[in-house]
């Protein structure tokens, strides 16, 4: 690993283990183009969901994504933002490690990233994008039911809270932050398409001191399964139910940490 790729993992990243650069994979890991695989989404989603009960498999697809999300966004961003780096995450070059519960804990690199070609918001987020999103998000939807939405949703969350999270880092620059808002403020791409980023969170002023002031956009679907309630969160006016009396607002922070720890 780079000098300047080890030293960001302090501050607001100082619970993200950091990523392996090899050109030599470990047995362990696995080809992220895996998750493809409906025969491996399949099995995958059958282990991970074990500890829910086997429950609703869209939310069980729902939540893996969050754990793999919140990881994938992290590495990428703190790259992309802190050192104008582009990290070579698509589906075909990345590696990964998993949990004994299939949820994703770590990413191998077959380099340290390469300079930024673009500068610009609505272009410089490309390879997370269209190298690993897009792909990833299409199977996850046909795998399992849950819309597209649903995941991107789950991106854009765990997208916006680093975004919003490394202007504190020590390595990052006074403006640092400002083209990954722009993107999430664009409705859509440098190419004309919609973008699934657009406005993932919004942030009102709580009506009680428990109620949340950062808000998804679209709801995680979590709740389809049994044992869990709303997440602190959620955009559904029925959080605030028998179920959605126990969410916790501390998303997207504890899961975040959970995710990348």
């Not at 362990?28 to 991970?48: K, Q, V, W």
């Not at 990290?87 to 340290?112: F, I, K, V």
């Amino acid at each position: 690993m780079t000098l300047a790729l080890s030293q960001l993992y302090i501050g607001p990243l100082q619970h993200l283990p950091p990523p392996q650069v090899t050109t030599t994979p470990t047995a362990d890991s696995i080809p992220a183009r895996r998750l493809l695989d409906p025969t491996y989404l399949d099995a995958l989603f059958d282990r991970f969901g074990a500890q829910y009960g086997h429950g609703d498999r869209r939310a069980v697809a729902s939540l893996w994504s969050k754990w793999h999300l919140s990881t994938l966004c992290a590495h990428g961003l703190a790259a992309n933002l802190l050192l104008e780096r582009d990290l070579p995450l698509g589906l075909d070059e990345l590696r990964l490690d998993q949990s004994p519960e299939g949820q994703t804990t770590g990413l191998h690199l077959n380099h340290a990233g390469r300079p930024l070609g673009d500068l610009d918001g609505l272009t410089r987020f490309a390879t997370l994008l269209d190298g690993h999103l897009t792909p990833l998000i299409e199977a996850l939807a046909s795998a399992t039911g849950a819309s597209p939405k649903v995941f991107w949703s789950n991106a854009g969350n765990y997208f916006e809270y680093f975004a919003s999270a490394l202007p504190s880092h020590p390595m990052a620059s006074p403006h640092g932050a400002e083209e990954a808002h722009r993107l999430m403020a664009s409705r859509h791409l440098a190419d004309g398409r919609r973008n699934p980023l657009h406005r993932p969170v919004r942030y009102v002023e709580p009506t009680t001191p428990e109620s949340p002031s950062r808000i998804r956009r679209l709801c995680c679907i979590r709740y389809l399964i049994d044992e869990l309630d709303y997440c602190g969160n959620c955009p559904l006016e029925c959080r605030h139910g028998a179920k959605g009396a126990k969410a916790t607002n501390a998303e997207p922070v504890q899961e975040a940490r959970r995710a990348t720890s």
